[in-house]
């Protein structure tokens, strides 16, 4: 089985930062694609960013210049780093990645259980 894990969420104040983590365990043969998407209350699930396994990424118009995401292959883990912050940034940010297991000959997508953002003075 596998298991995506965020960590890093919390409040913050406007124009402030955070840095978002998000741990793949289990049994995992490789990853292909990684990211990150949020909700807030009364709206749908957004895309923020993307990145792939070669390091290409892609962004949000909204959080360009802004956001920016990593990965470190070796540890299974991709990262959102969040600057300049905005109330309109408040939100449970879902991390997700394409994973192969070892047992398996396709690529299956999870999902992690989300971390609440809150940016508010």
């Known amino acids: 089985q596998v298991q995506l894990v965020e960590s890093g969420g919390g409040l913050v104040q406007p124009g402030g930062s955070l840095r978002l983590s998000c741990l793949a365990s289990?049994?995992?043969?490789?990853?292909?694609?990684m990211g990150w998407y949020r909700q807030a209350p009364g709206k749908q699930r957004e895309l923020v960013a993307t990145?792939?396994?070669?390091?290409?990424?892609n962004y949000a118009d909204s959080v360009k210049g802004r956001f920016f995401i990593s990965r470190d292959n070796a540890k299974n883990t991709q990262y959102l780093q969040m600057n300049s912050l905005k109330p309109e940034d408040t939100a449970v940010y879902y991390c997700?990645?394409?994973?192969?297991?070892?047992?398996?000959?396709?690529?299956?997508?999870?999902w992690g259980q989300g971390t609440q953002v809150t940016v508010s003075s």
């Open positions: 997700n990645a394409d994973v192969r297991q070892y047992v398996k000959s396709t690529y299956q997508t999870y």
């Open positions: 289990g049994s995992i043969r490789s990853i292909n694609a």
């Open positions: 990145i792939t396994s070669g390091g290409t990424t």
